[in-house]
């Protein structure tokens, strides 16, 4: 009974127990948002942090991340480093091969905007959002495991308001 | 051989025209002419008293003036470096590949070829492996470039 008390308001609790009535959208989102399997996407310096933060000092596993190295089984991307001009269209078909819901958390200056290679560089994209669309900013150059982790769970906030029919079909190109 | 011991071996057994640079580091450090870039490699690798048979670096230069190509043998039998560079013109930049040489020069004079433009006669894969396949924007690595990308720094 433990979980069930901790269901939204939709839960109704029959005497006796044992049954549950709940909406799909929320019992969905909710074990979404506990297992948050993330790709694996490391490109410079920031992904130093992203290991420390999977590693057992941080531990990344306590929140049900796991980091998977297809984008067909992730839910959310963490682009930890600076993107290049080259590097961007593979970005973008990573973003393009996960299922939905997917979202993506841009870590770090150079994820954001390009960071200390905003000015004078002819390799460095201005910022992943020019690419894909960004759910969750964590700056830092590189951001601290605290910081990602909050970060982390600003996903999973924002994930458990999402709506089962903002992800279904072509209304999803609008977003 | 200390470095003297080494320049000295060198300017007297090769045959060519070599310029030696006074410096303060460990390592000797000659300006070799462009005609004599591969005899001059070809020199110090084969040569049983050198044996330089590894390059560590190889790099190419815009000092705003003139192109420069800057090599950096070693030798992994004898425990000895030195540095040399070639004066490329800087209307026409070319110079002879020395990857049949040192394997590891053919990566070098990629990497050359297209951040800086220079043109390199004999090399056998040049292609692009730093830059997009579909860039056309010119050398970046040379001076006074400005690129269609590039947000410059703004005046303080």
Known sequence: MGIISKLPVFTENLPGGGLVTTSLNQILTMTQAKSLWYLLFGTACCAIELMATGASRYDFDRLGMIFRASPRQSDLMIVAGTVTYKMAPIVKRLYDQMAEPRYVLAMGGCAIGGGPFYYDSYSVLRGIDKIIPVDVYVPGCPPRPEALLQGCLEVGKKLRTQKLEDWSGPKNESR | ?156
């Not at chain 2, 030696?20 to 000659?30: G, H, K, L, M, R």
């Not at chain 2, 005609?35 to 049983?48: A, C, G, M, R």
């Not at chain 2, 070639?86 to 590949?97: A, M, N, Y």
């Open chain 2, 1 to 156: 051989m200390n470095p003297a011991e080494l320049t000295a071996y060198i300017t007297s057994n090769f045959s060519g025209q070599l310029e030696t640079v006074e410096n303060d580091q460990a390592e000797p450090y000659f300006i070799v002419p462009l005609s004599d870039l591969v005899p001059f490699s070809k020199f110090i690798h084969d040569d049983p008293q050198l044996e330089l048979n590894y390059l560590m670096n190889m790099a190419g230069v815009d000092t705003g003036e003139q192109f420069e190509v800057v090599l950096n043998p070693c030798s992994l039998v004898n425990m000895q470096r030195l540095f040399f560079k070639v004066v490329l013109d800087r209307g026409d930049p070319k110079f002879d590949t020395v990857s049949n040489l040192w394997a590891a020069a053919n990566w070098y004079e990629r990497e050359i070829w297209e951040l800086y433009g220079f043109e390199i006669t004999g090399h056998p894969n040049l292609k692009r492996f730093l830059l997009p396949d579909d860039w056309d924007d010119g050398f970046p690595l040379r001076k006074g470039w400005v690129g269609k990308n590039v947000i410059p720094l703004p005046e303080k």
